[in-house]
């Protein structure tokens, strides 16, 4: 889906463009930007496309994206950058949650949680940061969780991808560290919304769009990570001490 003719501006590209903070960033990062929503059924994000439309986006684009594909992500990156230019911001905002209980029994569902919110991240993260490297620029966000800070017996399985993305991320942004590229990392606590549906809120808990706006400021302010609320950082650390005998009773 084409709005205008692309010109010479900003391209932020929402990989996961149907997810609900991915969403929310893309409004907060549309004024002036050619933003590219990418997700699996495209051609269903009317709704997205028309609120990216209103914040001020230059031109808005869909494409089709299968996040578990890994297979296609480069050439996915070459096609999108060959159509509208140099990506400026790259957002993964893909991810699932799992249901824990099937996991421990269905090997195939702890490997397809692993494997999309940890293998993929790392393909797309490896291919995005590799050619922001050589063009001396760019911006990657990525979503990790406080679910990664210490994994906890109650959701081991996605727990243990997100800290697995967290350590990895963190040594790619090291790795970037000099070369004009910049990764974020966003580290929420329980967040509200449809991937949560159904589930009692955690102390301390965001919606899409406070993680969302946490996350366009820490770009703005060139930081390296952010934790959405501010107080869950200290909370990470204490974490640290707690014994294992009560940490493994300790709720999602």
């Known amino acids: 889906m084409n709005d205008t003719a692309d010109t010479d501006r900003r391209v932020v590209v929402i ?12 409004v907060r990062l549309a004024a002036g930007a050619i933003v590219v929503l990418a997700a699996r059924r495209a051609g269903q994000l009317d709704e997205q496309v028309a609120a990216v439309r209103s914040a001020g986006a230059a031109a808005v684009h869909t494409v089709e994206f299968d996040a578990d594909g890994v297979s296609g992500h480069t050439r996915l990156v070459e096609l999108i ?24 029994s269905d090997p195939a569902h702890a490997v397809a949680v692993v494997h999309t919110d940890y293998v993929a991240q790392v393909s797309l993260l490896t291919v995005l940061a590799q050619r922001m490297r050589a063009a001396g620029r760019g911006r990657l966000v990525v979503f990790s969780s406080i679910a990664g800070a ?30 004009g ?19 009692e809120p955690a102390p301390f808990s965001s919606t899409p769009a406070q993680v969302a706006e946490a996350t366009a400021k820490a ?12 107080v869950i950082r200290p909370m990470i650390f204490v974490t640290r001490f707690v014994p294992q005998a009560i940490w493994r009773r300790m709720p999602r």
């Open 15 to 26: 990989f996961g463009g149907r997810s609900e903070i991915g969403g929310e960033l893309a």
């Open 219 to 230: 770009l703005a302010r060139g930081k390296r990570a952010v934790w959405v609320p501010w």
């Open 81 to 104: 950058e060959a159509e509208h230019g140099p990506i400026d911001t790259a957002v993964l905002a893909f991810g699932m949650l799992g249901d824990q209980a099937r996991a421990e």
């Open 181 to 199: 590229v910049q990764l974020l990392m966003v580290r929420p606590g329980f967040v509200i919304g449809r991937m949560t549906e159904g589930m």
């Open 150 to 179: 210490r994994v906890r017996r109650a959701n081991y399985v996605y727990g243990s991808a997100k800290a697995g993305l967290d350590g990895f991320a963190c040594g790619l942004a090291d790795a970037l560290h000099g070369t």
